[in-house]
């Protein structure tokens, strides 16, 4: 099993910057992917970032491109991080961090095995 816990989100306005951290626990980070999604009220759950096992391998929605930056740091604090510059309020939603089995490089939230409980990111205009 692996516990994640998110932190980071928060009120900022439209242009700024947060940073979002996920804590892992439990089995061995580092054989991990791990992703970002975010749900906003009333949509689907949709895929952010995901970054393999190494950290080597990185993907993202076309919506986030060159604004958000996923990381992790394997060696001592098991945690992820979601960098997102230039924030506009359709990035508004409740972020969720996730790790799947495998190490598999994917988009899909059904393929994921583990989840956080999420951490509500807010942009204002």
């Known amino acids: 099993q692996v516990q994640l816990e998110e932190s980071g989100g928060g009120l900022v306005q439209a242009g700024g910057s947060l940073r979002l951290s996920c804590a892992a626990s439990?089995?061995?980070?580092?054989?991990?992917?791990v992703g970002w999604f975010r749900q906003a009220p009333g949509k689907e759950r949709e895929f952010v970032a995901v970054i393999s096992w190494s950290g080597v391998s990185t993907y993202y929605a076309d919506s986030v491109k060159g604004r958000f930056t996923i990381s992790r740091d394997n060696a001592g604090k098991n945690t992820m991080y979601l960098q997102m510059n230039s924030l506009k309020p359709e990035d508004t939603a409740v972020y969720y961090c996730?790790?799947?089995?495998?190490?598999?490089?994917?988009?899909?939230?059904?393929?994921?095995?583990?989840w956080g409980q999420g951490t509500q990111v807010t942009v204002s205009s």
């Open positions: 439990g089995r061995t980070f580092s054989s991990f992917a």
């Open positions: 996730a790790a799947g089995d495998g190490n598999k490089v994917t988009t899909f939230p059904y393929e994921y095995d583990y």
